[in-house]
């Protein structure tokens, strides 16, 4: 049996009994996070912009965009709402893969809930198992296939949008392999466009062509059957490397969701670190911009490879910038979405302490470590070494934390009332009669 099929197998008869009670908290979490992220980020000009550009094509106005008036079809939905969730920068992240698993799987089968009635013990349970695909495909062709520039929040986050939307279309063993098929064919997104309004794009156009996967076999669209794993299928085709076993060793007992981490700031999470560190150099020692003379970070080698630019023009771009990061860590006390504003971006003495910031590869630095050296004016040279940084695996952000994320992200475009309802519906997604209930809470207005 190829792994396709083993995977789709898999997808269509597991038991929501069997979820152990951990794993179906820590998808809470992770969904009351991605709602937060997608309302916080509604007004954002990449959402307008893009509503500008394709709401006139909308069909069925059934689906909402999370903080905002207009409805949509349930394909623009899924597309907005994604795209929103990641916007920010402010959403979860598998480790391993480096996937940021909920925006392209929830968008999906959040708009398919106001198409047709679904559960939210159903939605819960359907989330869970998109984000197991979508990381098992990911851990099949880490880290060639990111390495070669391929964005993998989207291009395997299609398949998490597809097993989802097709567990709750209630496909057989036959559809969700042509499904997974389909969605292969539908896998796209490149890193060149990060620090541009086309990254948030890229979780939102996997939502929407997982769902539309789903959707299409359902109505027997024949699709590949080693969509997947075939000799040109998509893990062969955009990966060097392809472990066919990560695909399905322990399926149904070790779960993704388990090593997903949440973000205490704006940005991509290995810079998280040198933030965390700054902030508690800031403190400590009561420090301004003015008093900096040089920063030496000793950081993990994707710090290099992905958040380097030396000299961002925009917020997008800040948010990919480690020198920026850090400045703005020391001037705010915090690395929120006030750190990646453009006037933040571009202020004078934001830029100076930035181009006296540098980093280098340090051994035996992991992910969430740092290594920070930073010199005064007034001759004193302060340490700081970050073993885990807020919002690791091993440093999680607590329930409280990340209510406390998502009231910030709320205030201002829904009312306070209606964010705390929607906090309830979160935690107890469950018990809710329709996940459609989330949606309509979460809409403006």
Known sequence: MSVTRTLAKFLVSHKGTAVPQAVRHEATRALLNWVGCAIGASQHPTITRTLAALGEFSGPREATILGRRERVDIFQAALLNGASSHTFDF????????????????????ALAEHQPISGRDFLHAFLLGV???????????????DAGWHITATAGVFGAAAAAGRLLKLNEQQMTWALGIAATHACGVRETFGSMAKPLHPGIAARNGLMAALMAKKNVV????????RRGF??????????????????????MSDNSYKPYACGVVIHPAIDGCVQLRNEHKLK?????????????????????RDPKSGLEGKFSIFHSSAAAILLGEGGEAAYSDTIVRNPAVVRVRDNTFAV???????????ITMKLKDGRVLEKLVEHCMG???????????????????????????????????????????????ARTGRAG
Not at 235 to 252: E, H, I, N, P, Y
């Open 132 to 146: 197991e695909a979508e990381c098992r495909v990911g851990a099949s062709i880490m880290p060639n296939h990111y």
């Open 223 to 230: 699709g590949p059957e080693q969509g997947i794993d075939g």
């Open 392 to 438: 690791s695996v091993d440093n999680p952000m607590r329930d409280a934390d990340l209510e406390a994320k998502f009231r910030a992200q709320c205030k201002g475009i829904l009312p306070a009332a209606r964010v705390e309802k929607l906090i309830g519906l979160c935690w107890g997604v469950g018990k809710v009669k329709s996940a459609a209930e989330m």
């Open 235 to 256: 893990a062969r085709v955009a990966s060097t490397k392809f472990d066919a076993d990560a695909m399905t060793r322990g399926l149904g007992k070790a779960w993704a």
């Open 91 to 110: 959403d979860d992240t598998h480790i391993q893969t480096v996937i940021h698993p909920s925006a392209p799987v929830l968008p999906a089968i959040l």
């Open 361 to 371: 590869v340090g051994k035996g630095i992991k992910e969430d470590q740092v290594h």
């Open 289 to 309: 911009l003015a008093d900096i003379a040089r920063i030496d970070l000793k950081v993990h080698p994707l710090v290099i490879e992905l958040c380097s630019r």
